[in-house]
């Protein structure tokens, strides 16, 4: 299967620069997986189109302000410093630009001093780790002096941090934001838990893999970033109750969605409390074993986020809705608008 199957024409001025005002006045396509039907809707009418008994599953990662500038400690040089993974203690796995001018022992600083960091070694792919000193809790110093790692096809400032966020964020440790969440207000969730649908949260911290290019021509010879997710014994619970009960488990999410594949696959379809890395890669031909529905927003030509999409709803469905969406002026990627397959 080859990767070009995936490719669509994307006006540049349908990728969404900045979040609308009111989360829930995005624009909703769903997309009916057995018939290729579409309905144009607002995602305000969400509960239109869930029953009593079903249940959203979603992404309750936070984030972390993890894109740091700062300047080297014996020269003054500007460098920039993003976060990716906890090691131990104060010791980060970063990447840094310029990488060339950043060695073994190199000091910066960021905030004047508030925070400052020295290179201890280096990673794969060109990164540096390096260990933090600073005074008080490292993470209130991080929300001080960092900005948003958004997406690089996002080219304006996010005036409001929390804009990247959803309002259920909870679990630190997100190189990117669980977009489809970003739909939802704490009213909106009332008036769907009021209605009879069950909410769930499980846990993946998306990493930076999720922006980066399929490399390859053919599908199959991808190999997907590994990505912590963890689901306790009440969600695990609750997703066999509904399972039972004939509800429908609706994942808010292509991250929610590889977090529930990867648990129903090693737990014979059921749902157990657990937490480890996934890489699981999801395309066509993929039999899923643990969802009904999926929320999620319009994603980017030849990615393995349309192709996760395209597993669940068929691809010649899905590119004739996003031709739909193309021409109907849908807003795209991270600050876009949602699609609804089910």
């Known amino acids: 299967m080859k990767v070009e199957l995936f490719d669509f024409h994307l006006p540049e001025e349908l990728i969404a620069q900045t979040p609308l005002e009111d989360?829930?006045?995005?624009?909703?396509?769903?997309?009916?997986?057995?018939?290729?039907?579409?309905?144009?809707?607002?995602?305000?009418?969400?509960?239109?189109?869930?029953q009593p008994g079903d249940c959203l599953v979603l992404n309750d990662t936070r984030v972390l302000p993890a894109r740091l500038f700062g300047v080297k400690a014996e020269t003054g040089a500007k460098v920039e410093v993003l976060l990716l993974k906890q090691q131990k203690e104060d010791s980060w796995e970063t990447l840094v630009k310029p990488a060339k001018r950043v060695k073994v022992g190199t000091e910066i600083q960021f905030g004047e001093g508030l925070l400052k960091a020295v290179c201890i070694?280096?990673?794969d792919h060109g990164g540096r780790i390096f260990k933090f000193s600073y005074e008080g809790i490292f993470y209130e110093v991080l929300d001080q002096l960092g900005e948003m790692p958004?997406?690089?096809?996002?080219?304006?400032?996010?005036?409001?941090?929390?804009?990247?966020?959803?309002?259920?964020?909870?679990?630190?440790?997100?190189?990117?934001?669980p977009t489809a969440g970003l739909h939802f207000t704490e009213e909106l969730l009332t008036e769907?838990?009021?209605f009879?649908?069950?909410?769930?949260?499980?846990?993946?911290?998306?990493?930076?893999?999720?922006?980066?290019?399929?490399?390859?021509?053919?599908?199959?010879a991808h190999q997907m970033h590994a990505e912590f997710y963890q689901m306790s014994e009440g969600?695990?619970?609750?997703?066999?109750?509904v399972k039972k009960s004939g509800g429908r488990i609706i994942t808010v999410g292509t991250t929610s969605t590889r977090t529930l594949e990867t648990i129903?696959?090693?737990?014979?379809?059921?749902?157990?409390?657990?937490?480890?890395w996934t890489s699981i890669f999801i395309y066509p031909g993929y039999e899923f074993k643990a969802i009904d529905g999926l929320i999620t927003n319009f994603h980017l030509p030849k990615s393995t986020l349309?192709?996760?999409?395209?597993?669940?709803?068929g691809r010649e469905n899905v590119l004739h809705a996003y031709q739909e969406a193309v021409s109907e002026r849908y807003r795209f990627f991270s600050f876009g608008d949602a699609m609804f397959i089910v």
């Open 23 to 50: 989360r829930t006045s995005s624009r909703l396509m769903v997309l009916n997986k057995k018939t290729g039907n579409l309905i144009h809707s607002q995602f305000k009418h969400i509960k239109d189109f869930l």
């Open 121 to 123: 070694g280096e990673s």
């Open 150 to 177: 958004l997406p690089p096809y996002i080219h304006e400032q996010l005036e409001d941090k929390d804009r990247y966020q959803t309002v259920f964020a909870r679990e630190r440790g997100s190189a990117a934001a």
């Open 192 to 194: 769907l838990r009021d």
């Open 196 to 220: 009879g649908v069950h909410i769930a949260f499980i846990t993946l911290h998306v990493g930076l893999g999720t922006f980066r290019p399929v490399s390859v021509e053919d599908v199959d």
């Open 235 to 241: 969600t695990a619970r609750l997703l066999n109750e």
């Open 264 to 276: 129903a696959q090693s737990n014979d379809g059921k749902f157990a409390a657990e937490n480890g």
């Open 306 to 313: 349309i192709m996760l999409v395209s597993a669940m709803a």
